[in-house]
């Protein structure tokens, strides 16, 4: 596959911003599609290579890092599994944090009376879900997911694709690739098995081409540009919800669809309140819950934020770009 390089900005570990251009081998690219996606590429330094980077300035300028649910999953994203965080589930405030172990050694009896005390503590409705969130600072890998970010650039600007998706996916989803969820999703950008066949995969108990890397990439591409992002527009177009879809809050949107499905997606939101543009409708959809759109596909979004935060702090980008 030709290397596909775009403007970027070189941001050096020692916060030095320059601006630098360059295009390699010759490589050929619509020069409007090159420009639009210049403009977030940036070049970051990781263990002395320099790899290609999306940096999306909205999730800084909007303080993305400040709100509760970004609080709490960057708290979770650091324990190990044998900790765990009781928390109040429509905010995400956390109450405790456990031993793990400690309390699956607990009757059912014990956790029902546990978390009745916590309403009663905080003043809390009956009907107020009380979580157990166990610590998943051993599922991600960061460094890695540089090298395959990448990676995934080159292949989701190669089929017209905005690589903020490829990006958001790989930092959240199975940097360790042959991860299999319990619905059946499989390799670096979980894809089902009917989806990786849809577009061109074979997948089979001889083979399985969700573990390649570039094709799996190309498969999820594809799923973006022809069904996520045009099912959320018709989502939206469906409410009379205006949209931009370079903004933020619509690509999280394709995210929840991405995960959840176009169908769900739209469920949730027919049944909701949710009807004013921008982010206050994803923190909205953050309290909703209907039929199929339970706890997972709420938190979706916001583990993509709080992934970016991270990456931005281990970078030293969110202080630099506020200065």
Known sequence: ??????????????????????????????????????????????NGKSLDFVFDSS?????????????????????????????IA??????????????????????????????????????????????KGHYYVWDSAFYLIDKAIDVFVENNVDPWYAQSILLIE??????????????????????????????????????????SAYAAAMLLKTICIPETKKILDSLSIPFNENELWFKLLCMH??????????NALFNSPCRTPGMPLIYCLWQTRYKAF???????????LTAYIKVYKKLDLLQCFRK
């Open 1 to 46: 596959m030709h290397r596909l390089k775009s403007c970027k900005i070189a941001v050096l570990l020692t916060l030095v911003v320059s601006f630098t251009c360059r295009s390699a081998d010759n490589d050929t690219l619509n020069y409007r599609q090159s420009s639009n996606y210049c403009k977030n590429i940036i070049g970051i330094s990781i």
């Open 257 to 266: 669809v991405y995960h959840a499905g176009s169908y769900n997606v739209r």
């Open 90 to 135: 429509h905010n995400r405030q956390i109450v405790q944090t456990i031993c793990t172990n400690w309390w699956n050694n607990q009757s059912d009896d014990f956790k029902y009376c546990y978390r009745d005390s916590i309403r009663k503590c905080y003043q809390l409705p009956d009907t107020t879900r009380i979580l157990l969130t166990v610590g």
């Open 174 to 215: 199975s940097p360790r690739g042959n991860y299999r969820s319990s619905a059946g999703a499989r390799g670096y950008f979980q894809l089902m098995k009917n989806v990786a066949r849809k577009f061109g995969l074979k997948v089979n108990k001889h083979i399985d081409e969700r573990l390649d890397f570039n094709k």
């Open 59 to 87: 999730i800084v300028h909007l303080y993305c890092d400040t709100l509760p649910q970004v609080k709490f999953w960057d708290r979770v994203l650091d324990l190990s599994p044998d900790s765990a965080i009781l928390n």
């Open 294 to 304: 339970q706890s997972a596909s709420q938190n979706y979004s916001q583990l993509i």
